[in-house]
């Protein structure tokens, strides 16, 4: 079975702090993602990474940066956590050529005080 | 603009039903769509995925691909009350991996 792993599944912050959410997964899958879900808003991307050190944005990626030093590793720093980045966070992971299934972490609960 | 749209319900379906979710989208280069569901306060988690046009059955979930109109259905038979849940229609493009996530539509089934 894949599993991909967040390292919380809750998580409090002030505003301005510096915030690191990681995320692991054991299939060696060449693709990560980065989403956060919000009421009416579905899931939207933020950053993505095809392989290690390369990284894209996505959709809504201001604010907001990735690290993808391992395969199996990917973070996303808030550089400075503001109130509107209360959310859910969650990761996902594809492998690279097998039609694009994306299989998800637990999420994390982020709220920014 | 949305690329993939769905009715965010929620729909109602007695127990025992068939459970019929639409997904409709604008990209005419997408070429496979996974349906996902996810239970509240919960990630989510895939149920199936369709390439071809026509229907894929798996189970009690049957998806229905028409690309000449450009309309993803999934269809739930026997509906139960642990059906409950919002599913997420989601399309991919090209040979990147990026998939773009309807906003779901809420399942409901009553007792």
């Known amino acids: 079975d894949v599993k991909v792993t967040q390292s919380s599944r809750y998580l409090v912050k002030r505003t301005g702090e510096k915030v690191f959410l990681e995320c692991v997964q054991d299939?060696?899958?060449?693709?990560m993602f980065w989403y956060r879900q919000d009421p009416g808003l579905g899931l939207r991307l933020i950053y993505f990474?095809?392989?290690?050190?390369?990284?894209e944005k996505g959709d809504i990626p201001e604010g907001y940066s990735v690290s993808r030093e391992k395969k199996e590793r990917f973070s996303l720093i808030l550089e400075s956590a503001s109130t509107n980045q209360t959310s859910m966070y969650l990761c996902?992971?594809?492998?690279?050529?097998?039609?694009?299934?994306?299989?998800f972490g637990p999420g994390t609960r982020l709220l920014v005080l | 603009q949305k690329e993939v749209e769905q009715n965010s319900g929620p729909l109602s379906v007695p127990e025992g039903a068939i459970a019929s979710l639409n997904c409709t989208y604008s990209d005419r280069g997408s070429q496979s769509f996974f349906w996902y569901r996810q239970y509240s306060g919960k990630s989510p988690e895939l149920i199936m995925f369709?390439?071809?046009?026509g229907d894929k059955e798996d189970g009690r979930f049957t998806a229905q691909l028409n690309k000449a109109s450009q309309y993803v259905s999934l269809l739930i038979r026997d509906s139960q009350p642990s059906d409950s849940a919002t599913y997420l229609c989601a399309g991919k493009t090209g040979t990147a991996s990026k998939l773009t996530f309807g906003t779901g539509t809420r399942l409901q089934v009553t007792l």
């Open positions: 990474s095809y392989d290690v050190k390369m990284k």
């Open positions: 996902a992971s594809s492998p690279g050529t097998l039609g694009g299934t994306q299989y």
């Open positions: 369709i390439y071809s046009n």
């Open positions: 299939m060696d899958h060449e693709n």
